[in-house]
């Protein structure tokens, strides 16, 4: 069993009828980056990366885009308005966002760390053209040797879960290029959904979807890295390493008003992250055709409108330092 710290409880279900979820409370200089990377593939109907086309499974379109810059709303949220849980080393100089997606956490690290020089790392070109001075973005897959010549002060890893399939290795090169004294932390969710009352159907299509979801990871070498990131980063030799875990609600069902608005964020967010989650490993792993697929997702994302099923996601933040005598 990993030691954490849980900053919730048992969030507490709203009983009353007077509350409303996604649908009435929310609306429903990189030149480097070479024309060759923009050459997409599509796959039901949605848009994927072209530089080492399949090996990520999530999308990379504007819907995706939308999606991920609400997520990362969420992660605000989650941490007081916070763009990361352990504290930076003082006066940092070189910061790497690792799958960085739509740029929009290098962007405003960017912004809060003048004089820092920020780098964005990910297999999609989608990052916007207008940025800080001190950020850049590069093409690239991280599961490659780094050949970054500059050490960093702080490493940040969000949401890599489905790209990574060496976690020691990608740890260890993560230690070699940081700073003596250097910070990374880890950002992932687990694969599992809970509910401390047991509202989640056997059965029921939210139930199916993760099962289906854990094996088609396994088949694909992705499986779910959550409960051993504290291990990994120890073994690679990462000291003070620090575990935290949060509960993220799906749905407007908390009583805590803070709670809630994380509920009703995360619908937002679940609306299309089912399907982007599942329907290329459905498709591509468990050969399920695309319309079963489509409709195990949308009937996944239905059971979080039952205001009966009290689900939740786990938020796990693993961070660690490099010795300062390495």
């Known amino acids: 069993m990993v030691e954490t710290t849980t900053t919730q409880d048992i969030i507490a279900a709203d009983d009353s009828e007077n509350y409303s979820d996604l649908g009435e409370s929310l609306a429903s200089d990189t030149t480097s980056l070479e024309s060759q990377v923009r050459d997409y593939v599509y796959e039901n109907g949605r848009r994927y990366h072209g530089y080492r086309a399949g090996k990520y499974v999530l999308p990379n379109d504007e819907t995706e885009q939308d999606r991920l810059d609400m997520?990362?709303?969420?992660?605000?949220?989650l941490?007081?308005?916070d763009l990361q849980l352990t504290k930076l080393p003082k006066n940092p100089q070189w910061i790497?966002?690792?799958?960085t997606g739509t740029g929009i956490w290098a962007i405003d690290t960017a912004d809060k760390y003048p004089e820092a020089q920020v780098l964005g790392c990910d297999l999609s070109p989608i990052q916007p053209g207008w940025i800080p001075t001190n950020c850049k973005f590069e093409v690239d897959d991280i599961e490659d040797t780094w050949t970054w010549s500059q050490k960093f002060d702080f490493i940040h890893s969000r949401g890599m879960a489905q790209?990574?399939?060496n976690w020691p290795r990608y740890l260890k090169q993560m230690l070699e290029h940081l700073n003596p004294g250097g910070k990374m932390q880890l950002v992932e969710s687990a694969v599992t959904i809970y509910s401390d009352d047991n509202t989640i159907a056997e059965g029921s299509p939210l139930q199916i979807y993760f099962a289906k979801f854990a094996e088609a990871l396994e088949l694909a070498g992705i499986p779910d890295p959550s409960e051993n990131l504290k291990k990994y980063a120890e073994e690679a030799g990462f000291i003070n390493v620090e575990c935290h875990q949060k509960k993220l609600p799906w749905g407007g069902w908390p009583k805590d008003p803070k709670q809630k608005e994380l509920g009703r964020w995360s619908l937002a967010v679940l609306e299309t992250g089912f399907k982007a989650y599942g329907m290329a490993l459905f498709g591509r792993y468990l050969k399920m055709d695309e319309t079963t697929a489509e409709a195990l997702c949308n009937g996944a994302f239905k059971n979080l409108y039952d205001r009966r099923v009290h689900a939740y996601n786990l938020q796990w933040y693993i961070s660690g330092e490099k010795p300062a005598d390495s």
């Open 163 to 165: 790209a990574i399939h």
């Open 79 to 81: 941490l007081g308005g």
């Open 71 to 77: 997520l990362h709303h969420i992660y605000l949220l």
């Open 96 to 99: 790497l966002d690792i799958g």
